[in-house]
């Protein structure tokens, strides 16, 4: 569901217990977690999936490790958008840390593919591997962190054009326009380096 389509007061009942919960009240974790689930659920079904039977990570199983996370790390967060681009980064590292464990193994180990199309992930085997597109955002980060957010928060978040606007502070149209420019980069910068 998108953050859009959430409810005013569910919305702001979301952003009540997140405050509380980065002031120290684990109660307001307890009742954040039902709230949340389902959106981020859809995040980590965006930033993952399932591609044939050798593929041992799963939506539900980066879900439950980002929270973990994050309610481990006890983060301070400012807005929902905010909390949602934090998931989004965590689920990143659980992918880049499972690719590079299953890299590792014998005979490169079958690297998740993706893709940049919308957010979406591809069954092309030329698209690039979850390393190479992490290497790929890490290079664009040095040419500019604001695109590589909107980049990461779109592909490995989910989120809507109007969501990355939101959490970046800025429209949606600004949030558009820098996302087909850091796909285009990144396509470039993955040419270049293949």
Avoid: C
């Amino acid at each position: 569901m998108p953050l859009e389509a959430l409810a005013v007061n569910e919305q702001q009942d979301i952003t009540r217990l997140l405050s509380r919960w980065s002031d120290g009240d684990e109660e307001a974790m307890a009742a954040l977690t039902p709230l949340v689930y389902e959106h981020l659920h859809r995040l980590a079904r965006s930033a993952f999936r399932q591609e044939g039977q050798a593929q041992t990570l799963q939506a539900t199983a980066v879900l439950n490790e980002a929270w973990l996370q994050l309610a481990g790390s006890k983060p301070t967060v400012e807005s929902r958008a905010h909390f949602y681009a934090l998931a989004a980064r965590m689920m990143r590292r659980i992918l880049v840390n499972h690719a590079e464990a299953r890299n590792a193994q014998k005979r490169g180990g079958g690297l998740v593919k993706l893709t940049l199309e919308e957010g979406r992930l591809a069954e092309a085997s030329t698209s690039p591997d979850v390393l190479v597109l992490h290497e790929a955002l890490a290079a664009l980060a040095e040419h500019d962190p604001q695109l590589e957010r909107v980049l990461e928060l779109h592909y490995f978040g989910g989120h809507t054009y109007r969501e990355i606007g939101e959490a970046l502070g800025v429209s949606e149209s600004t949030a558009k326009r820098q996302l087909r420019f850091a796909r285009a980069w990144v396509r470039r910068h993955l040419r270049e380096t293949d």
